[in-house]
């Protein structure tokens, strides 16, 4: 689970350092395939509003209110947070985490050499060290939109590659974009150097692969455009579905504890 949330996470981030400030509304249909299984997964943008997901769950990020909501759409139910219990959730997280780092480097200490190693990648490490982004050769032709490949390393744990463009720009205002963009900050906190290294990609991201090791087991997703519509987006697709029930957020349950 917690890989799961880490790729949709760093996509997400991914996606919204590289967007470009200005232009009409935007809709991206894409196909998509987790571990094997197919779907089709479908993000908008309008007015400061972005919704990313897929048939199962949902994200929608209104920049105007510094508001997060999650959708389940299999237990018909969602949640809301804002920015300031995501930070807060955050900022314990990482304590708690970097508690239980020290805890573990000190019981590493005595194991012999290779029992240590073998401990240290059974664990995930480096997961959390450095990130890189690198611009890749060539171009490829996306839903009918040239795409540069940008190669994205997170330490052993996670490898992407994200295919963007610039001639694809969603509606967004300067000053509309930032805030949206530092919804994901306080996330991006705990992934190193990711913030700025994922400013590095330019353009809009139509397609993705990426690849996540962690206990010996490896998981892969594919997503790539399939249509890119510019007609205006109906507001009401930022709304949470009727008779969907609110739910308390993961953040307050973090914050409580």
Do not use: C
């Not at 919204?16 to 094997?36: E, R």
């Not at 929608?60 to 139910?77: C, F, M």
């Not at 304590?95 to 401990?119: D, F, G, H, I």
């Not at 963007?164 to 150097?193: C, H, I, W, Y």
């Amino acid at each position: 689970m917690l890989s799961l949330h880490i790729r949709r996470l760093t996509l997400a981030a991914a996606t919204l350092a590289a967007l470009p400030l200005a232009a009409g509304d935007l809709t991206i249909v894409y196909k998509t395939v987790d571990n094997g299984k197919p779907g089709t997964a479908t993000d908008y943008f309008a007015g400061g509003k972005a919704r990313f997901g897929d048939e199962e769950h949902e994200s929608i990020l209104d920049s105007a209110t510094g508001t997060i909501t999650t959708v389940d759409h299999e237990k018909k139910q969602y949640s809301q947070f804002t920015l300031a219990e995501m930070e807060a959730a955050m900022q314990q997280a990482a304590a708690q985490m970097e508690s239980a780092r020290k805890q573990q480097e000190e019981a590493m200490k005595n194991m012999p050499p290779a029992l240590r190693e073998k401990m240290q990648k059974m664990s995930g490490g480096g997961m959390m060290g450095s990130v890189t982004v690198v611009k890749g050769a060539g171009t490829r032709r996306i839903a009918g939109y040239d795409a540069t490949p940008w190669n994205v390393t997170m330490g052993d744990m996670m490898k992407m590659q994200i295919w963007t463009t610039t001639a694809v720009q969603p509606s967004m205002d300067p000053g509309q974009f930032e805030r949206l963009r530092s919804l994901m900050t306080p996330a991006l906190k705990g992934l190193g150097n990711a913030g700025e290294e994922f400013k590095k990609i330019q353009g809009f991201s139509l397609a993705s692969t990426s690849t996540v090791s962690v206990l010996g087991k490896t998981m892969e997703t594919t997503r790539e455009a399939t249509e890119v519509k510019t007609s205006p987006v109906d507001p009401s697709v930022f709304n949470v579905p009727a008779g969907y029930k609110k739910v308390e957020s993961p953040f307050a349950k973090m914050g409580r504890k």
